[in-house]
């Protein structure tokens, strides 16, 4: 079994030469950062990242995050560095925001999917950047999950999906954002939020001064080239079919459970309050959005493992702090 359990705070630097080792001669390592497990290979290896899409299941059209070290190795990939970049990073970096920037030649086009941008982030977790300063190299990692299906919070959930497809997993136990990045392009004229995640609107607008712009939802409809991969329209999903349903929807929703269970399935619910009707696994969510977050993965995971068909799943509260749970949500109950 390629895992490697490792402390989360004090990771062996055994474990870690180990893993940067492999990266460094074009092999994929899949590592914990604070928001999501990521599949990491060398960024300036196209042999490499070309094996992170095979593995994945991933269209080509998709491109990927390079994880570096600091704003100095950030600069290396990025032929324009804005003075709000700057802001950001000094405000948010390490942590589970990325940047989208003009590239420079040196960035193979396979991270790029051939665009002239490159997304960049330096993770808050002390796995990951021990890995990036042993490796010395920037690492392109997308979450470490088959195309569309969950992302991983959980080395066991790498295992499962991606199993001997990665070389080694380094296991630093549960990450603590729970959902992916914050993606920001800034390569345009007006900042526009791509993706919402770990860092919110709200506290990207402190920085900058100005709200960024939300991605136009039909950026991303249809099969229209897409502005970024997580703008596919269903992905972050569980095999189980997801209802969301708000406070009004609660009658919907119990007849919908029982139907479900009358055929002899199992409905699993993500709830505020509990729910009158035939649940195998009824959890009750926190109404803290970060602590709702952390929590949302490994609940879908489970729900999943448990042979659940159809989840009901009560809408979160509005407001910006949630708009990373609730994007998530969204995206995973559109109907395959
Ligand atoms: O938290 C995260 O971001 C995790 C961890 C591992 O860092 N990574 C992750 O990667 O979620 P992935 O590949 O699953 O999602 C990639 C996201 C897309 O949704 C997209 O918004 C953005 O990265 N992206 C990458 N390159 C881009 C580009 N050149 N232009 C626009 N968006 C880009
Ligand atoms: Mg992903």
């Not at 993706?195 to 229209?224: E, F, K, L």
């Not at 995971?301 to 809408?315: I, K, M, Q, Y």
Request: aromatic share 4%.
């Amino acid at each position: 079994m390629p895992t490697l359990t490792i402390d989360p705070l004090h990771p062996d630097p055994a474990h870690i030469a180990r893993a940067a080792e492999i990266i460094r001669r074009g092999g994929l390592v899949a590592f914990p950062t604070e928001t999501v497990y990521g599949l990491g290979a060398n960024a300036l290896d196209a042999a490499a990242v070309q094996r992170i899409f095979e593995a994945k299941g991933r269209p080509s059209y998709n491109p990927l995050i390079v994880h570096v070290r600091d704003v100095e190795q950030a600069r290396s990939l990025v032929s324009r560095w804005p003075a709000t970049a700057d802001a950001l990073a000094e405000a948010f970096w390490p942590g589970p925001l990325t940047l989208v920037l003009r590239r420079r030649a040196e960035v193979p086009d396979v991270v790029t999917a051939g665009r002239e941008t490159v997304a960049v982030r330096a993770p808050a977790h002390p796995v990951a950047l021990a890995l990036l300063a042993a490796a010395d190299l920037p690492i392109a990692a997308p979450s470490a999950n088959r195309f569309t299906e969950l992302s991983p919070t959980l080395a066991r959930h790498v295992e499962r999906a991606l199993g001997r497809r990665v070389e080694l997993i380094l296991d630093g136990g549960p990450t603590t954002v729970g959902i992916e990045s914050t993606v920001l392009d800034l390569s345009g004229g007006e900042p526009v939020l791509l993706r919402p995640g770990g860092i919110s609107a709200d506290q990207i607008a402190a920085v900058i001064g100005v709200p960024p712009r939300p991605i136009a939802p039909s950026a991303y409809a249809g099969s229209t080239p897409r502005p970024a991969p997580g703008m596919v329209e269903r992905h972050y999903a569980p095999r189980a079919a997801l209802h969301l349903f708000a406070p009004h929807e609660r009658s919907t929703a119990v007849a919908l459970a029982r139907r479900e269970a009358a055929a002899g399935h199992m409905v699993g619910a993500l709830l505020f309050a509990p729910l009158e009707a035939p649940l195998a696994r009824a959890v009750m969510m926190p109404d803290d959005a970060a602590e709702y977050a952390r929590q949302l993965y490994g609940t879908l995971h489970a729900l999943d493992d448990a042979g659940c068909t159809l989840v009901l799943v009560e809408r979160v509260p509005e407001g910006p702090a949630w708009d990373g749970v609730r994007d998530r949500l969204e995206r995973a109950a559109r109907s395959k």
